[in-house]
């Protein structure tokens, strides 16, 4: 392959793929203008884009592994897959009920979604999404206590680690099998626990891939349940003048969902 851009360098200048997806994930990230989705876990799905888009710039010199160029097409099919996958997973599976970041839906949905870019065989995308997800499993503590520069990281660093997962599993390594029921999988140990089930409502085959209309974009660079409250300190600025002065406030009661 060619390698891919990074965001505000000179476009001639390419890295390797895995290193542009790293890259350009934390410069977005960064914004903290992505869109949400919010269920039983939750997510900002935008976050599939960055190693999606990677993988296609890389693949666009040398085209498809089955020989076909490489279409706008196949990049519009891989990020709706990305967006599919992890809104599903998030639909059906909490983690942060388990401390577990929310980027271990991030990291195989962004290699099923450069599977679909490349028209990979679904052996080969089991298995890359198999190390992608082994691979992008960690604590929620980047979240929480003294928040670091890895929050703003962490996603970049599951879409690096999916593009990886997918090289490889194009030169036919494998994955720990099955990594979510195994004996000593994901949901045994990490989860619910060995009994457990979940119900990922992915569409059948043929069915089209609309996860991505249920996510919600922001209008603020700040947390999407901060949306509305900064239009309405926005509003009350204007109407109560007052309240530009500190020392006028008595209090504030804030009514909030478990989400925040």
């Known amino acids: 392959g060619a390698g891919a851009t990074v965001v505000g360098a000179d476009p001639a200048t390419r890295v390797s793929a895995e290193w542009a997806a790293w890259a350009n994930g934390v410069a977005v990230r960064e914004l903290d203008y992505h869109d949400t989705f919010l269920a039983a876990e939750y997510s900002h799905p935008g976050d599939n884009i960055p190693p999606i888009l990677a993988a296609a710039q890389h693949a666009a010199a040398g085209g498809r592994p089955d020989g076909r ?8 099919r891989g990020i709706a897959t990305g967006y599919e996958i992890q809104v599903d997973l998030v639909k ?15 990291g195989p949905s962004a290699a099923a979604g450069i599977g679909t870019l490349l028209g990979l065989d679904q052996e080969t995308v089991f298995q890359g999404v198999g190390q992608a997800l082994h691979t992008t499993t960690a604590t929620r503590q980047s979240r ?29 390594q494998t994955s720990p099998t099955p ?9 045994a140990w990490l989860l619910d626990g060995p009994a457990a089930s979940y119900d990922v409502p992915l569409p059948a085959p043929g069915e089209a ?8 974009t922001k209008e603020h660079s700040a947390e999407y349940q ?12 204007n109407t109560h003048p007052v309240l530009a002065d500190a020392d006028a ?5 804030i009514h909030s969902s478990h989400h925040t």
Not at 144 to 172: L, N, Q, Y
Not at 226 to 237: C, E, F, K, P, V
């Open 69 to 76: 160029a490489l279409t706008g097409a196949d990049v519009i």
């Open 179 to 187: 990594i979510y029921e195994g004996e000593d999988g994901v949901i």
């Open 226 to 237: 901060a949306q509305a409250w900064i239009d309405l300190a926005r509003r009350l600025h």
């Open 92 to 106: 059906a599976i909490s983690l942060h009920a388990h401390k577990i970041d929310h980027v271990a839906h991030l």
């Open 209 to 216: 891939k609309r996860a991505i209309l249920d996510t919600y």
């Open 144 to 172: 929480k206590g003294a928040i670091s520069t890895w929050k703003a990281h962490a996603p970049a660093f599951a879409g690096k680690m999916a593009v990886e997962a997918i090289d490889r599993a194009m030169r036919g």
């Open 249 to 253: 406030i008595d209090r504030v009661l």
